[in-house]
Each structure stands twice: as structure tokens, then as C-alpha cells.
């Protein structure tokens, strides 16, 4: 069974661009979460989604967004891009009340 | 909020021997899962073990076990005849039990020295 995938893995972008960032959960999973990991901040939750639709939303500001498609997979979308939002970003997947799974990352520097 | 803590920053263990991690957590929930997880360098989160709160038996994976003191809030991880593999960064997880999102820890990073 494959795994979370997530692409791309690398990504350089401008201040104030936008980027989008694909998660590709596990076969089967329609929970998908999004976390972004810093070394100041360390590992802190952006959005969760189910069946399509947002189901929690972490401490983050309005230029972070999301969605999830009717395969599960699942896109977030920073605009407005600033140097702090370089980051890795983590998806995972789950089913029902069992453990998350994480893909490899996405990494984000903004320039 | 819950809260999650890690006060070891950095450890170091000899390779075949013994190493614990800490963690502590504040909630006032009653349904709760704990996890550990592993970050390699390949930075993929591993999920290394499991804990519901309302199991009393501490989880246990091969070389991997918790302690898992629930009136202390202590969940501290085990890991017995330590391998080059297991040198990572170790994160500590808490889930309420009808939520879906992780609070984590600050991260433990594990040496194992040969």
C-alpha cells in the first residue's frame, strides 16, 4: 500500500508569491491534516479536513487555505508569501480514530 | 490547552544499551492518545508507538516501550538495545480522543553512538 505523498518536495518562492502544495493521502484515509514545522515554532497544526470539508483550523492567518477533493487528496495554498512561512510542511492522513500517517514533507523557502 | 513538553533538548546513547525520553502533558481531558513519533533526517514522521489513556498496560513495540504514568501525566519512551537506526529526532504527541489534530512536543534529538 502506498504511502502519504506529497509534492512537490522542494520549493523556492519570492516574498509575496503564492504556492500551492499537494497531499496525496493513503488509499482508503479520508482524514488529511496539515502541520507546518519550523525550528523556532517546532511542529504546529493548520487545518484538518474530511469528506471535503474543513474540519479544524489551527492559529493561522487567513493567507493560509485549504481543500480536499473527492479522492481524499488534498492542496493548501499559502498566498502573500513572507520569509517566516518558509517552513516544512507535513500532511498526514488517518481512517476512523487510528494513528496519523506523514508523508515526506514538503520543504518551502521564501526569498 | 493541552500541552505537550520535552525538557531533553539532545541525548546521547551507546549503541546496544539502554535510553529513555521524556515527556510530560497537561490536560483536563479523559480521552486522550499519546504517540511517539520518529523524524530521521529524511524528515518522514514514524510513528514508533501508541497509548490510550484509559489502557492501564504500558504500550510496548520490540525495542520500544512507555512508561505511561497517567496521574503524574508522565509519558516518558524506552529504548532497550539501541541501534544506529534509531538516532532521530523524537517527538512526543498528544491527541484528545474525538479530535483529530496532534499537539507535539518540542522534539528530543537522539544520538546513538557506536
Known amino acids: 500500500k502506498a504511502g502519504v505523498t506529497q509534492t512537490p518536495r522542494y520549493l523556492i518562492k519570492t516574498r509575496g508569491q503564492q504556492v500551492t502544495l499537494s497531499c496525496s493521502p493513503i488509499s482508503g484515509h479520508r482524514s488529511v491534516s496539515w502541520y507546518q514545522q519550523t525550528p523556532g515554532q517546532g511542529l504546529q497544526f493548520l487545518f484538518e479536513?474530511?469528506?471535503?470539508?474543513?474540519?479544524n483550523k489551527g492559529n493561522f492567518p487567513g493567507r493560509f487555505s485549504g481543500r480536499q477533493f473527492s479522492n481524499s487528496r488534498s492542496e493548501m495554498n499559502v498566498s502573500t508569501l513572507e520569509l517566516g512561512d518558509s517552513a516544512l510542511y507535513l500532511c498526514?492522513?488517518?481512517?476512523?480514530?487510528?494513528?496519523?500517517?506523514f508523508g515526506q514533507g514538503t520543504r518551502l523557502t521564501v526569498v | 490547552a493541552q500541552t505537550v513538553t520535552q525538557s531533553q533538548p539532545e541525548m546521547s546513547v551507546q549503541e546496544a544499551e539502554t535510553v529513555t525520553l521524556s515527556c510530560t502533558y497537561d490536560t483536563s481531558e479523559s480521552d486522550y492518545y499519546l504517540f511517539w513519533y520518529k523524524q530521521p533526517p529524511s524528515r518522514q514522521m514514524i510513528l514508533v508507538i501508541r497509548?490510550?489513556?484509559?489502557?492501564?498496560q504500558n504500550a510496548t513495540e520490540n525495542r520500544f516501550s512507555v512508561n505511561f504514568q497517567k496521574a503524574a501525566k508522565s509519558f516518558s519512551l524506552k529504548i532497550s538495545d539501541s541501534q544506529l537506526g534509531d538516532a532521530a529526532m523524537y517527538f512526543c504527541?498528544?491527541?484528545?480522543?474525538?479530535?483529530?489534530?496532534?499537539?507535539f512536543g518540542s522534539g528530543t534529538q537522539l544520538t546513538v553512538l557506536p
Open positions: 498526514a492522513s488517518r481512517t476512523g480514530s487510528n494513528e496519523a500517517f
Open positions: 504527541a498528544y491527541r484528545r480522543g474525538s479530535a483529530r489534530q496532534l499537539t
Open positions: 479536513y474530511f469528506s471535503e470539508t474543513q474540519r
Open positions: 497509548q490510550e489513556a484509559y489502557k492501564q
